[in-house]
């Protein structure tokens, strides 16, 4: 099992940045994916951002050249940092892992942006 805890969100103005962060404890070894995914309210939740175990990272559209996914193997810690804060970027986000025996998500953490 593998259990993640979410942080970072808050209240900030567009054209701001928030830095999220998603520890994670228990098997480690197994995660071979980790990602970012956002709910918007009364959306869907959607995928924002993925980093392979070897490193290569995917970004939706939406957020591709402002956001930026990153990890650091020894805190066990996957990274969000967001830029250019748009008010459409306001959600909960999760980070989620997917291991050799399922995937797991984290709490969630709630991103707002003001205009």
């Known amino acids: 099992q593998v259990q993640l805890v979410e942080s970072g969100g808050g209240l900030v103005q567009a054209g701001g940045s928030l830095r999220l962060s998603c520890a994670a404890s228990g098997s480690i070894s197994s995660i071979y994916n980790r990602g970012w995914y956002r709910q918007a309210p009364g959306k869907q939740r959607e995928w924002v951002a993925t980093?392979?175990?070897?490193?290569?990272?995917n970004y939706a559209d939406s957020v591709k050249g402002r956001f930026t996914i990153s990890r650091d193997n020894a805190k066990n810690t996957l990274y969000l940092q967001m830029n250019s804060l748009k008010p459409e970027d306001t959600a909960v986000y999760y980070c989620?892992?997917?291991?050799?025996?399922?995937?797991?998500w984290g709490q969630g953490t709630q991103v707002t942006v003001s205009s």
């Open positions: 980093i392979t175990s070897g490193g290569s990272t």
């Open positions: 989620k892992v997917t291991t050799t025996f399922g995937s797991y």
